[in-house]
């Protein structure tokens, strides 16, 4: 069992044992903390009345290892601030649910640290290739009352194409949220990240997040969000 092996309730973006008073001492500090951070001018120009918010991410990988399945990366949606209500999970070259397994791609849909469903409807292949692009879209929707998480557009040498419309890539529930203009790709990249060797990953980055009201675009920003990225070697 490699180092992620650990269970961790990602959702929240906290290492720890879902059981381990340590990590629940630090889950509510960092919640109260996060909680009492005001809204940047940034955030207050996003568009009104969204109904749909697409994530296009990009990893570029550095020298992975097979043996010790590495890197391992996470990706995280939610649709406000808070982090301890609906949000959706990404997991590449590992899985969590029920149980930790090496390799593959795994969706997960999360309320706070109580896991909601997960789906691994892929293949168990390992990163091998240095210098390989994975890229895929984050989806979130609002519709009739129903709020939708989804993965799209997956492409990658290691388990070829993934995402879609069909159930093991997709998962609703009611929705307590009007529409979606809470959502901040800040929260998406804060809680994001490079779960087991950072240092095998040349970048993990946000490159395009797109705002629709039904199926018209709204806004669209290209200001690439940097997860990690590691500096070359000097000569």
């Given amino acids: ?9 990602v959702c929240l973006g906290v290492v720890g044992s879902k059981t381990s ?10 919640l109260a903390a996060f909680l009492a951070i ?11 009345d969204v109904s749909r918010v697409e994530e296009d991410w990009e990893l570029v990988v550095g020298e992975p290892s097979v043996d010790d399945t590495s890197p391992q990366i996470i990706s995280f949606i939610s649709p406000t601030e808070r982090i301890d209500a609906e949000c959706a999970v990404l997991e590449l070259n590992h899985s969590t649910q029920p149980a930790y397994l090496d390799g593959g791609v795994q969706f997960q849909r999360w309320f706070g640290d109580f896991e909601r469903i997960w789906r691994t409807p892929h293949t168990q292949n390992r ?4 210098g390989e692009k994975v890229k895929y879209t984050m989806v979130m929707k609002i519709e009739n009352s ?13 388990w070829g194409t993934f995402g879609g419309t069909s ?8 929705s307590p949220y009007a529409n979606l203009d809470a959502y901040r790709p800040a929260i998406s990249t804060k809680y994001s990240r490079v779960g087991y060797a950072r240092n095998r990953v040349q970048k993990f980055s946000l490159k395009e997040v797109r705002y629709y009201r039904g199926n018209d675009l709204l806004q669209k920003d290209t200001a690439e969000k940097v997860v990690h990225e590691t500096p070359p070697e000097s000569e």
């Avoid at 008073?21 to 960092?30: F, I, M, P, T, Y």
């Fill in 1 to 9: 069992m490699s180092v992620s092996a650990v269970r961790v309730p």
């Fill in 127 to 130: 990163l091998a290739t240095p």
């Fill in 38 to 48: 005001s809204l940047s001018p940034a955030w207050a120009e996003t568009p009104t």
């Fill in 21 to 30: 008073n340590a990590w629940r001492s630090a889950w509510r500090v960092l």
């Fill in 167 to 174: 159930e093991q890539w997709n998962s609703s529930v009611a």
């Fill in 146 to 158: 129903v709020l939708t998480f989804g993965v799209r557009n997956g492409t990658s040498q290691t």
